[in-house]
């Protein structure tokens, strides 16, 4: 078994990049892949025992509790991303320290079950939403702080579905990798 390289480990499965034009099948993708999500990641991490889940994904990087409790965290300011851009004219979001999160107690000790269950409900109300959406919703936009980039809720949505599936294949490969 070849030896993952660092970039690897950090992406997994690539950086996302949004397609020039986002078809209605990729918006149809990759809410399946939201809604999908939180069921996934539970049978992934059920049966990790405490000691597992204090284990970096790779060298200096986040524990899996730390990771589930970082994608918690970051699709919940998703949803209220996406309701802060459909109830006011591309506005200026609130960046996170996500790096400081992960440093705080709930991060690096709480039971993981809080998470999933909050992951459970932030995805199935946003799940519920996204299937509502017309076509001139998902064109509705925020202003993201760094970079002051003007983001889609289209793109938003991929962004989101690609963020899901690259810390699970971190949580994945791991497991892979230590045979658990």
């Known amino acids: 078994m070849q030896t993952p390289t660092l970039e690897s480990l950090r992406f997994p499965i690539g950086k996302f990049e949004p397609p020039a034009t986002i078809t209605d ?10 809604e999908a ?10 049966s990790l025992t405490n000691a597992q ?22 699709h919940h300011h998703s949803y209220v991303r996406f309701k802060w ?17 992960s440093k705080l107690k709930d991060a690096n000790d709480a039971p993981i079950e809080l998470s999933l269950a909050h992951l459970k409900a932030v995805h199935a109300k946003l799940v519920y939403m996204l299937k509502g959406f017309s ?13 002051n ?32």
């Open 37 to 46: 999500l939180p069921t996934k990641l539970e049978a992934l991490v059920a």
């Open 135 to 147: 076509t001139q919703d998902f064109e509705k936009t925020y202003l993201h702080p760094e970079g």
């Open 85 to 101: 851009a459909l109830t006011e004219n591309t506005p200026l979001i609130k960046a996170y320290e996500e790096k400081e999160w």
């Open 149 to 180: 980039v003007v983001v889609s809720l289209k793109e938003n949505l991929g962004k989101y579905a690609h963020h899901g599936n690259h810390h699970y294949a971190h949580i994945k490969n791991l497991v892979e990798r230590e045979g658990w």
């Open 53 to 74: 889940l204090e284990t970096p994904y790779r060298p200096e990087g986040w524990t899996v509790r730390q990771l589930i409790h970082h994608i918690s965290d970051s």
């Open 25 to 34: 099948k990729e918006i149809t993708q990759w809410i399946a892949e939201l």
